[in-house]
T-cell receptor
Framework: GAGVSQTPSNKVTEKGKYVELRCDPI?????LYWYRQSLGQGPEFLIY????????DSGLPNDRFFAVRPEGSVSTLKIQRTERGDSAVYLC???????????????FGPGTRLTVL | AQKITQTQPGMFVQEKEAVTLDCTYD???????LFWYKQPSSGEMIFLIY??????QNATEGRYSLNFQKARKSANLVISASQLGDSAMYFC????????FGQGTTLQVKP
């Protein structure tokens, strides 16, 4: 597949449980982004990876949220001790990371809908 | 801090007519990018069009054009010859290291 893929597409969990969401970016894209979208809102930035390292994690809401990208390709967003307020669609995007950052187009995956009961 | 404002929560347009979706932005950066994305009911964010802050010409991509007025800090999306498949949520976003999105505008195209 040529696009960004995310698994699972839906995840239902109970309050207090641990969840992992996976993102597989477009081949060759070095930049990877995670966003969270609540119902009726625009996506909100969580974290950005350039290669294997987190270049900007300023959007992570608290220390229950963590993300990794160990080999510079697939990324996993990890949420510990889930709360009902974590329910949202989690979107992943990737980009080539153009020389001029402001031209860098991000391409999004279909998202993972997380429901915390 | 960067901010995007989309003041139209919902818009209607007749099929085959043109429609303008408003977007204003706020940033202190000199170099930035403005993006429009479409989100149909399926949920996927689809890239439509990009405008760089230093671009003098308005961006166009097929039926989409971006009316960029830098002094007014506006970046309105114009969709010409609307089609039923254009019914979706539309988001304006500014990039200065990460994308900051507006609240979105729901567009409904009437047959």
């Amino acid at each position: 597949g040529a696009g960004v893929s995310q698994t699972p597409s839906n995840k239902v969990t109970e309050k207090g449980k641990y969840v992992e969401l996976r993102c597989d970016p477009i081949s060759g894209h070095t930049a990877l982004y995670w966003y969270r979208q609540s119902l009726g809102q625009g996506p909100e930035f969580l974290i950005y990876f350039q290669g294997t390292g987190a270049a900007d994690d300023s959007g992570l809401p608290n220390d229950r949220f963590f993300a990794v990208r160990p080999e510079g390709s697939v990324s996993t967003l990890k949420i510990q001790r889930t709360e009902r307020g974590d329910s949202a669609v989690y979107l992943c995007a990737s980009s080539l990371k153009a020389v001029e950052p402001s031209t860098d187009t991000q391409y999004f995956g279909p998202g993972t809908r997380l429901t915390v009961l | 801090a960067q901010k995007i404002t989309q003041t139209q929560p919902g818009m209607f347009v007749q099929e085959k007519e043109a429609v303008t979706l408003d977007c204003t932005y706020d940033t202190s950066d000199q170099s930035y990018g403005l993006f429009w994305y479409k989100q149909p009911s399926s949920g996927e964010m689809i890239f439509l069009i990009y405008q760089g802050s230093y671009d003098e010409q308005n961006a166009t991509e097929g039926r989409y054009s971006l009316n960029f007025q830098k002094a007014r800090k506006s970046a309105n999306l114009v969709i010409s010859a609307s089609q039923l498949g254009d019914s979706a949520m539309y988001f304006c976003a500014i990039y200065t290291g990460k994308l900051i999105f507006g609240q979105g505008t729901t567009l409904q195209v009437k047959p």
